[in-house]
């Protein structure tokens, strides 16, 4: 961990300039003060800048790249137990005071509708503490958006090449998105943060083509996105060349593998593929606003509901999950959420029993929790923050084994690596996931690729199946820049770490005779 000033700051790298000579103070006290004067019982404001650019390669030529940016802000208040929101771009006091005058009519509205309609139901907020003057900056080396185009075009080019050159490799696509978000929060109980993060998510996919028969098939690079810099392309915090020199041999040997035989396996599950099925069946299930039924967007509610919380068997009692907006180089964390929480850590399963929930203030306040675990968080100036996905990872067993290790004692399995499609109820409870790659397992060995594989369970009875754990050094925190949630829809990123496990008579299916039914 780099060393950090008193304000949480670490030495070396400072909020951009550029965003500290907006007039963020003077904006925020025209809106707070306009708000609190037509009687808002609490409001916030809130100016983002999010830069947003990608570079696109087509067999080691340029296909594409953007570079985007969204500037505006937001005001949100809480008048008679109503939200009432509105969004800006005028950068003015002027502008500022007339977003909170709207932002107040709206929850007049809102409010009067909900009487109307009978409801009972008064936003409050959990009481969090006043963070006045807070500062936080991720954790990177080199800002990508410092690094030339050029060079950032270069590299994906040598990347491409290295693999266009392999025999068998007849396309491949190079990606590399990148983003700068920075954010000013400020609110009536007198806190104001500024922050600052950057991540990035570099992919290659190289593609073989049988000319004589046509058949095809791709891989991808397996590297994880990651609340890093520039410095990730580099070599720290993965091995680019390893995985880059190994790549053509392994879809060589994909293009060749046998498809995989329908029937019941035992599955050791790497980080790269496993790191999807938790933040499908664990991160969005234990986002209370689905297990309340308040959210249903992109693919439903929760079979975890709120009676069920600190009885429900979610798995074995291996099972140790966590939400986490503080973990180093997490996609979701955060210093301050969108409600001037300060980030946290905390329990969602312990022992395989269902412990804890992701919270915004007005949830954590309904429901008794005390205080709100910092889970608010809205991707744009012109959003709402919403309940929004932590950092969810399934902790490692101290001494836990090698990888290598859970392959021991499997008679009939398969090792699957890498993530590729997935599908799952609106209950979070049936799914199904296939990957990258997998390998038979025989008599606790590898033996070689299978193809057309996918693996199906409910939610507790996959993670119930769950015997053994890796231990620390199969550690990897995986994880996306696309999660979806919210109507208007909404974008985050996440990631979810996770170690290699064990998970004992699982069905798997022959995705191409399924394809058939």
């Known amino acids: 961990m780099p060393p950090t000033s008193s304000a949480g700051t670490p030495r070396g790298r400072a909020v951009d300039p550029q965003f500290l000579a907006y007039p963020l103070h003077a904006l925020a006290e025209a809106a707070l003060g306009r708000a609190k004067q037509l009687g808002a019982a609490h409001a916030d404001f809130r100016l983002e800048r999010v830069r947003s650019a990608s570079w696109r390669l087509r067999d080691g030529r340029p296909s594409g790249s953007s570079d985007s940016v969204q500037l505006g802000f937001a005001v949100r208040v809480l008048l008679d137990g109503a939200w009432g929101f509105a969004a800006g771009v005028d950068l003015t006091a002027d502008a500022a005071a007339r977003v909170a005058e ?34 936080w900056v991720s954790s990177y080396e080199v800002n990508p958006f410092d690094v030339p185009d050029a060079e950032k075009t270069a590299l994906l080019a040598d990347w491409s090449n290295r693999l266009l050159a392999a025999d068998g490799v007849s396309h491949v696509s190079a990606n590399l998105l990148t983003v700068q978000e920075n954010k000013f929060y400020a609110d009536t109980s007198g806190t104001v943060t500024t922050q600052q993060r950057v991540r990035l998510h570099p992919h290659l996919e190289a593609t073989s083509v049988d000319e004589r028969t046509g058949a095809f098939d791709s891989m991808r690079t397996i590297a994880p996105p990651v609340g890093r810099g520039w410095e990730y392309l580099l070599g720290t915090g993965w091995n680019w060349d390893a995985e ?3 790549l053509p041999e392994l879809l060589a040997e994909k293009m060749k593998a046998p498809s995989v035989e329908a029937g019941r396996y035992d599955l050791v599950i790497d980080p790269s593929n496993l790191w999807l099925t ?43 999950v966590t939400g986490d907006r503080t973990a180093e180089h997490g996609l979701s964390t955060i210093g301050y959420d ?175 005779q399924e394809a058939g039914h």
Not at 107 to 123: C, E, F
Not at 303 to 320: I, P, Q, V, W
């Open 338 to 512: 969108d409600e001037g929480v300060a980030t946290q850590s905390w329990d969602l399963v312990k022992d395989g029993v269902l412990v804890g929930y992701q919270l915004d203030r007005a949830m954590a306040k309904q429901k008794g929790f005390g205080r709100s675990n910092g889970c608010a968080f809205a991707d744009s100036p012109a959003h709402v923050p919403v309940q929004r996905m932590a950092n969810v990872s399934l902790q490692p067993v101290a001494g836990g084994p090698d990888t290598e290790g859970l392959f021991e004692g499997v008679e009939k399995g398969l090792y699957i690596v890498g993530d590729r499609s997935w599908s799952i109820d609106m209950q979070r409870y049936n799914f199904q996931f296939t990957g990258q790659r997998a390998y038979a397992i025989r008599n606790g060995r590898l033996a070689g690729q299978v193809k057309d594989f996918a693996y199906q369970a409910t939610t507790t009875d996959f993670w119930g199946s769950m015997s053994a754990v890796g231990g620390p050094q199969t550690y990897v925190l995986g994880g996306a820049f696309n999660c979806g949630k919210a109507q208007p829809g909404q974008v985050a990123a996440v990631s979810h770490g996770c170690p290699s496990a064990l998970f004992r008579n699982v069905n798997v299916l022959n995705t191409q």
């Open 102 to 135: 709207q932002a107040v009519a709206v929850a007049r509205l809102s409010g009067g509708i909900s009487r109307a309609a009978g409801s009972a139901d008064v936003v409050e907020l959990a009481e969090e503490p006043v963070h006045a003057d807070a500062t």
């Open 278 to 320: 938790i933040h499908e069946s664990i991160g969005h299930a234990t986002e209370l606003d689905r297990a309340l039924g308040y959210e249903a967007a992109y693919a439903g509610t929760s079979f975890a509901t709120f009676d069920k919380l600190g009885s429900l068997r979610y798995g074995s009692e291996l099972m140790h």
């Open 244 to 246: 880059l020199a190994e």
